[in-house]
């Protein structure tokens, strides 16, 4: 089994005696149960990795670690950024659990015009910091060092500027023409695509986002619900660009 990963602040990230406290550290200790010997893996979420030991677990949350190696995760290539629009209840932060434990790079969460759900006021800064959270845990999880970034709500326009500068830029759409397997895509830059609401893409979105270069594509036979369309088309992408290989 591969040792935990931990999240801690960069300057931490060093050979050497590191102490882990905090949140993380009561997790170690008082959740995950660590004790001396057992290995794991500090990051700070951003590509550096710290790999050492465990030679002492006190309190409630320290954790010490004998950090032996120092590894630098270098950038994704192609990095892939998917749109997510706002689907209904807890189905935002499982489509940002499932993207992150795929490999997605970054998230962008959109208001798009037949989303049931809004971000209003309040609302809007506890649900983004939920989707920022879930990234950061399944990040853990799924042992990455760099985890995805989940940008601020999105609008059409500012979707349309994101697909404008990408070098693909694809939207899931039951109706498109092409299969995402089969399209070609970049060994560089950047990979966006778009997943629309339970709604679907609105004819103007749609229009807006192909004046910005995007592509309609779909992904098979069966319709897929918003919340894991954007994991199905990640996992096409990973293997197909080379990711995964």
């Not at 995950?32 to 794991?40: S, T």
């Not at 759900?117 to 983004?128: D, F, I, P, Q, Y």
């Not at 910005?212 to 954007?230: D, E, H, I, K, Y």
Request: aromatic share 4%; hydrophobic share 45%; proline share 6%.
């Amino acid at each position: 089994m591969s040792a935990p990963v931990f999240l801690a602040d960069s300057a931490l990230l060093r050979p050497g005696t590191v102490v882990l406290e905090g949140a993380e550290g009561r997790h170690a200790v008082s959740v995950r149960r660590l004790r001396p010997g057992e290995e794991v893996v500090l990051t700070d979420g951003a590509g550096t990795g710290a790999y050492g030991s465990v030679t002492a677990a006190e309190g409630k949350d320290r954790l010490e670690v004998a950090v032996r190696e120092l590894v630098d995760e270098p950038e994704p290539r192609p990095r892939i950024t998917v749109v997510q629009a706002l689907p209904k209840g807890d189905r935002g932060e499982l489509a940002v659990e499932t993207m992150t434990e795929t490999g997605v790079d970054a998230v962008v969460p959109w208001a798009a015009s037949r989303a049931v759900t809004r971000w209003k006021g309040e609302r809007a800064a506890k649900a983004l910091a939920k989707w920022r959270n879930t990234a950061r845990e399944a990040g853990k999880q799924a042992r990455r060092l760099r985890f995805p970034e989940v940008a601020d709500l999105a609008s059409s326009k500012d979707v349309a500027g994101l697909l404008r500068s990408a070098d693909f830029a694809g939207v899931l759409h039951e109706e498109g023409s092409t299969p995402l397997a089969t399209a070609e895509l970049p060994a560089e830059g950047q990979i966006v695509l778009v997943v629309g609401p339970e709604g679907g893409v609105a004819p103007e979105e749609l229009e807006l986002f192909a004046e910005a270069g995007a592509t309609p594509f779909r992904l098979g036979p069966s319709v897929l619900r918003t919340s894991t369309a954007g994991t199905a088309a990640a996992a096409v992408v990973l293997a197909r660009c080379g990711r995964w290989s």
